[in-house]
């Protein structure tokens, strides 16, 4: 029987047209959360959230889910690269990772970064949230 452990959220931007941030090529915080894993033994951790870009079609973007506070390449559980398919209209991008192999930890912290073409811009809303359960 699976057991549910914790579940957080970060909310970057609550609606359309903010942070209106440009990308960069340097992968930048968009979401941050720490769940609470209690030591469980090989927790299962379901990650997910959105992201709207506008720019021009064929922008390149990345997006990178690091176990961790900060960006480390050897940190990265998953990666999603995609291109903007919309000129006149906002991009949203939704995502689903896992981490599989998380470590038996009291606390757990996942960042999510985004980078691309500096022509592109973060325009939300973006959102990042985790849930972590344990199957006995």
Do not use: C
């Not at 609470?36 to 079609?57: E, M, R």
């Not at 990178?64 to 940190?75: K, L």
């Amino acid at each position: 029987m699976g057991v549910f452990l914790d579940a957080r959220a970060s909310m970057n931007s609550n609606r359309p047209g903010f942070p209106g941030t440009p990308l960069s090529f340097t992968p930048e915080l968009f979401g941050i959360i720490g769940l609470q894993t209690y030591n469980a033994p090989k927790p299962i951790v379901i990650l997910h959230g959105s992201v709207g870009i506008l720019g021009d079609i064929g922008d390149n973007f990345r997006i990178e889910i690091v176990r961790g506070a900060t960006y480390a390449p050897a940190n990265v559980i998953y990666t999603l690269e995609g291109a903007v398919s919309e000129a006149t209209d906002t991009h949203h991008t939704s995502f689903v990772a896992a981490d599989l192999n998380a470590p038996a930890s009291p606390h757990t912290v996942y960042s999510s970064f985004i980078s691309g073409v500096s022509t592109s811009v973060r325009n939300g809303p973006e959102t990042f949230v985790g849930t972590a359960s344990w199957s006995r």
